[in-house]
């Protein structure tokens, strides 16, 4: 089958999307459930309904926009990613995916194609941990690896409840109603940008990811003793940002301890009470993200920070809760869905080349749901999660074939 993606199509909806910022340019920032967020939901569903799709939204706002089959029957085949972005971030994590998925499935549409199973593009809720303290929200509930009880409990940094903030953006269905069963989906696959530098190191247009890193996330809250920086003498002082700066450093260490050259951790947010340049800090609190390829050497990673901040905090007499947010196994692509992107590659005359994905993605839960794949695109650099992410417009639609034709041999 011939296909023509449409490039102007594909820029004019990233610009569109782009737009949406709770941040001026260059930065992209779309907090889920803010104002920029809900435009560029609303651009995106006056975008599936120009296509032709039919649209769903659940209880958190995934939104699911179908093209029914010739045996609607059959479980849907489903394409998409997230458009959240974590402050002053790209315009391409995640968005790609989602406006990928649309051109794919429009490619299709004006091909004549007729495909047997639906075909599904989802836009996920909050991939993106900044608001919630999770990633992967919206795809985690859907594999019923939140439910409904826990997803009442989450709140943001202001104290506002998951459910209030749903609920004011519209989204008010019943939040019981959100997880899908196994067999739902035929196949899921994700296109999204790498992130890293291997696909523009190497030369190579297309990743065939085959498995997807185990994240994990520690929140650790210091209370120590405030106090005048110039009445307090040193040996006197139990200050919150030293712990957490001994703390950031242990974090280190333990990443470098593991004896995988696979593990990665990192102490991303850091924030001090009452932060005056002459006040001893009282409080401190840590958002600590910990990843390796394998679950062990994270767990290994885990459990010598955990017993660093119990040593520091003895020392240094600061009192301290540690809470452990998530600690999610990896996931394996699909081999059929693999062997089908692999092909496509081959038939497209793209080379691809087979790697892990060190980011995590809402393909690591739709795993749990269906066999599923993820398609990377080469990133400018290596760089993402800044202003300066970039990914190149022929890139892009070398994964949108690649991403429509995928879809085509699993829908046909
Ligand atoms: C996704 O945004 C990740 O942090 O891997
Ligand atoms: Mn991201
Ligand atoms: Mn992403």
């Known amino acids: 089958m011939e296909l023509t993606i449409n490039k102007a199509a594909i820029l004019a909806d990233l610009d569109a999307i782009a737009a949406c910022s709770d941040s001026p340019p260059p930065g992209v920032t779309r907090l889920v459930y803010g104002e920029a967020d809900q435009r560029a939901r609303a651009y995106v569903r006056d975008r599936c309904r120009q296509v032709g799709l039919q649209l769903r939204e659940d209880a958190l706002g995934n939104l699911f926009a179908r093209w029914p089959g010739t045996a609607p029957d059959l479980p849907a085949v489903a394409s998409g990613s997230h458009i959240d972005a974590l402050p002053e971030a790209g315009r391409y994590d995640g968005t790609v995916g989602v406006v990928g998925a649309l051109e794919a499935i429009s490619a299709l549409r004006r091909a004549g194609y007729q495909p047997r199973h639906s075909l599904e593009l989802i836009l996920f809720t909050a991939e993106e941990p900044t608001r919630f303290g999770l990633g992967c929200l919206g795809s985690r509930a859907l594999a019923g690896a939140l439910d409904p009880e826990q997803l009442r409990a989450l709140r943001d940094s202001a104290g506002r409840s998951l459910d209030e903030l749903r609920v004011a953006a519209g989204f008010t269905g019943p939040l019981d109603m959100v997880q899908l069963n196994r067999g739902?989906?035929?196949?899921?696959?994700?296109?999204?940008?790498?992130?890293?530098?291997?696909?523009?190191?190497?030369?190579?247009?297309i990743g065939v990811v085959r498995a997807i890193a185990a994240p994990a996330t520690l929140r650790v809250h210091l209370q120590g003793q405030g106090g005048h920086a110039g009445a307090v003498l040193m040996l006197e002082r139990r200050d919150a940002l030293l712990a957490g700066a001994e703390i950031a450093l242990a974090v280190e260490h333990a990443a470098l301890s593991t004896g995988s050259p696979n593990t990665v951790a990192t102490t991303g947010s850091f924030q001090i009470e009452p932060g005056a340049v002459n006040a001893i800090p009282s409080a401190a609190t840590l958002a600590i993200d910990v990843r390796d390829s394998a679950a062990e050497p994270r767990d290994h990673a885990l459990a010598a920070i955990s017993a660093a901040v119990a040593a520091i905090c003895g020392r240094r007499h600061v009192a301290y809760q540690l809470d452990l947010l998530n600690a999610d196994p990896p996931a394996t692509c699909d081999p059929a869905v693999i062997e089908a992107l692999v092909t496509v590659c081959e038939a497209l005359g793209f080379p691809r080349e087979i790697m892990v994905s060190r980011a995590y993605h809402d393909s690591l839960?739709?795993?749990?749901?269906?066999?599923?794949?993820?398609?990377?695109i080469p990133s400018r650099g290596g760089v993402s999660h800044c202003a300066d992410e970039y990914a190149d417009p022929d890139h892009i639609c070398q994964g949108v074939a690649v991403l429509a034709h995928t879809l085509a041999r699993l829908s046909g």
Not at 184 to 197: N, R
Not at 369 to 375: A, N, R, Y
């Open 184 to 205: 739902h989906y035929a196949a899921f696959v994700e296109l999204h940008i790498e992130q890293g530098s291997i696909l523009e190191t190497e030369g190579v247009p």
């Open 365 to 376: 839960f739709m795993a749990r749901l269906c066999p599923s794949g993820l398609i990377f």
